[in-house]
Nanobody
């Protein structure tokens, strides 16, 4: 059972930056495609970004492209989400998720098998 722990959330003004981290307990972390999702109050969970197990491939939601960057450090069992030029509409609980080993990156939440507890990001105008 993979355990994922997010950190780095907080409150920031519009235009600011935050970096989220997601640490995995699994020593074979390097075989997992990872994703970030978010859920705002009253809305469904939505895809933000995903990165392949090797780190060679990434996908972004159109709403965050060119502002957010997903990356990973397999030596540290950690995936990151660098968020720049934050907007109030980015306010949500952010979740990291992992697929089973060697699966490709995906944008659909239902295809991810392991989830963290989430970290709150609040962007004020």
């Amino acid at each position: 059972q993979v355990q994922l722990v997010e950190s780095g959330g907080g409150s920031v003004q519009a235009g600011g930056s935050l970096r989220l981290s997601c640490a995995a307990s699994e020593p074979t972390f390097s075989s997992y495609a990872m994703g970030w999702f978010r859920q705002a109050p009253g809305k469904e969970r939505e895809f933000v970004a995903s990165i392949s197990w090797s780190g060679d491939y990434t996908i972004y939601a159109n709403s965050v492209k060119d502002r957010f960057t997903i990356s990973r450090d397999n030596a540290k069992n950690t995936v990151y989400l660098q968020m720049n030029s934050l907007k109030p509409e980015d306010t949500a609980v952010y979740y990291c998720a992992a697929r089973r080993p060697w699966e490709r990156i995906e944008t659909m939440a239902r295809l991810y098998d392991y989830w963290g507890q989430g970290t709150q990001v609040t962007v004020s105008s």
